[in-house]
Antibody, heavy 124, light 111 residues
Framework: QVQLQESGPGLVKPSQTLSLTCTVS??????????WSWIRQHPGKGLEWIGY???????YYNPSLKSRVTISVDTSKNQFSLKLSSVTAADTAVYYCARERMSGYYPTYRFDYWGQGTLVTVSS | QSALTQPRSVSGSPGQSVTISCTGT?????????VSWYQQHPGKAPKLMIY???KRPSGVPDRFSGSKSGNTASLTISGLQAEDEADYYCCSYAGSYTRFVFGTGTKVTVL
């Protein structure tokens, strides 16, 4: 059974960089066949896809966040990470990591496993 | 890209059916058959309930069904049960630039 677990600081000061890590267990990131995504949920609101990374390091980001987002992967630790720079209160949200299955070389556009989520508050 | 529009809440008695709508545009819901639905209980991670408009992952009860007409997708829960009380979100592929757009979310209450 695949499990994803987010970790990182729960409080970040405005203008600083938010950093989170997702640890994957029950499966290897480097085996391929999946995109690894970050998704966030503002308090009491809907979900927003942030971006994904493939085990090879290729990435794609939501255009609305692209200038501030970096997603990286560490296959030796079976982890992938999110960095969001120049944060403001509007970045306060629960951040989830999630897995998107591929079918051969093609994405399937569905998230079949999610982490429990971690609340990040941006405040001085 | 605007969020997909869902009703804020729907409710039903045990055993009844409820339907949640998810309205987008021809650039997302109407343009692709990649609509998925997620169930989220308070404080828990979202769970995939429906994908590719109407397919159910293994383990999801057949009480859950999905459909689409034009720019609107729908999730129907038949034979409503107490454990179905949760928030539900739709999600659609929105093209290679935006990639995903999620719905505003619907709270399902079992009376």
């Amino acid at each position: 059974q695949v499990q994803l677990q987010e970790s990182g600081p729960g409080l970040v000061k405005p203008s600083q960089t938010l950093s989170l890590t997702c640890t994957v267990s029950g499966g290897s990131i480097s085996s391929g066949g999946y995109y690894w995504s970050w998704i966030r949920q503002h308090p009491g609101k809907g979900l927003e896809w942030i971006g994904y990374i493939y085990y090879s390091g290729s990435t794609y980001y939501n255009p609305s966040l692209k200038s501030r987002v970096t997603i990286s992967v560490d296959t030796s630790k079976n982890q992938f990470s999110l960095k969001l720079s120049s944060v403001t209160a509007a970045d306060t949200a629960v951040y989830y990591c999630a897995r998107e299955r591929m079918s051969g070389y093609y994405p399937t556009y569905r998230f079949d496993y999610w982490g429990q989520g971690t609340l990040v508050t941006v405040s001085s | 890209q605007s969020a997909l529009t869902q009703p804020r809440s729907v409710s039903g008695s045990p055993g009844q059916s409820v339907t949640i709508s998810c309205t987008g545009t021809s650039s997302d819901v109407g343009g692709y058959n990649y609509v998925s639905w997620y169930q989220q209980h308070p404080g828990k991670a979202p769970k995939l309930m429906i994908y590719d408009v109407s397919k159910r992952p293994s383990g999801v009860p057949d009480r859950f069904s999905g459909s689409k007409s034009g720019n609107t997708a729908s999730l129907t829960i038949s034979g409503l049960q107490a454990e179905d009380e949760a928030d539900y979100y739709c999600c659609s592929y929105a093209g290679s630039y935006t990639r995903f757009v999620f719905g505003t979310g619907t709270k399902v209450t079992v009376l």
